[in-house]
């Protein structure tokens, strides 16, 4: 009985390891494509904790401000000539003045998510931080 119990114990180990094992490669292997890839932007992660920039979180929750940011998201949302990455720009108000961050593809689309910015009702100052991917 304990010879049985223990070739039962070896091969139920033995199968959990074959099984683990290659899971643990293929998670390794994604690990380091994300790493290497293009999309990867931990740097520019790093650069918004430390303060210096604004972030979402720094947006004002004043029924003025809120609406300012809803406005212009809306805006850019239906324009369907904009990429994804401009749909997807920050958009941060603070009494007023409305920061623009993230990347875009064209230096066209920072434009127009600048001037759909500067047309809203109640903004004061546009402060255009967005990142053109190409020229």
Not at 10 to 25: D, K, N, R, Y
Request: a positive charge; zero cysteines; hydrophobic letters at 35%.
């Amino acid at each position: 009985m304990f010879k049985r119990l223990s070739l039962v114990l070896v091969t139920l180990t033995v199968g959990l390891l074959m099984i683990t094992s290659p899971t643990q490669a293929e998670q390794g292997t994604a690990m380091q494509l994300a790493a290497d890839s293009v999309l990867e932007n931990s740097l520019r992660n790093v650069r918004d904790k430390d303060n210096t920039t604004l972030t979402p979180e720094d947006q004002k929750e004043t029924k003025k401000d809120i609406k300012i940011t809803a406005h212009i998201r809306q805006k850019v949302v239906r324009d369907k000539s904009l990429s994804v990455n401009a749909q997807n720009a920050k958009i941060i108000s603070r009494s007023g003045t409305v920061t623009l961050r993230g990347p875009v593809e064209t230096v066209a689309e920072n434009m127009k998510l600048q001037k759909i910015a500067e047309k809203t009702r109640g903004v004061v100052k546009v402060d255009n931080q967005l990142e053109n991917k190409a020229p």
